[in-house]
């Protein structure tokens, strides 16, 4: 079964930095794709930033630049580098791993639990 387990989450003043982490356990075939999503009360979730098998990225436009998505095949990690943050990077992020069968291109999607991202002074 797999299973995501996420940390890093916490309180962090204007400006500041704080670096999520996502490990991915438990699949039979390889990781695809890695995702950070983020989620505020009433509002839909979004997509912050990937990062695919080739090692490329992308991120939501208001997080570029301030945003880094990176992974460690080995360790079937990724990590989310958030820096200069402000309080609209408010939310609970969760990472999404897509596994794919290379045989048939099936993909499945999977999710961690969400951990809960404060910006505030």
């Known amino acids: 079964q797999v299973q995501l387990v996420e940390s890093g989450g916490g309180l962090v003043q204007p400006g500041g930095s704080l670096r999520l982490s996502c490990v991915a356990s438990?699949?039979?075939?390889?990781?695809?794709?890695m995702r950070w999503y983020r989620q505020d009360p009433g509002k839909e979730r979004e997509l912050v930033g990937y990062?695919?098998?080739?090692?490329?990225?992308d991120y939501l436009d208001s997080v570029k630049g301030r945003f880094t998505v990176s992974r460690d095949k080995a360790k079937n990690t990724v990590y989310l580098q958030m820096n200069s943050l402000k309080p609209e990077d408010t939310a609970v992020y969760y990472c999404?791993?897509?596994?794919?069968?290379?045989?048939?291109?099936?993909?499945?999607?999977?999710w961690g639990q969400g951990t809960q991202v404060t910006v505030s002074s």
């Open positions: 999404n791993v897509e596994i794919m069968d290379s045989t048939d291109y099936r993909t499945w999607n999977y």
């Open positions: 438990g699949m039979i075939f390889p990781i695809n794709a």
């Open positions: 990062i695919d098998s080739l090692g490329s990225a």
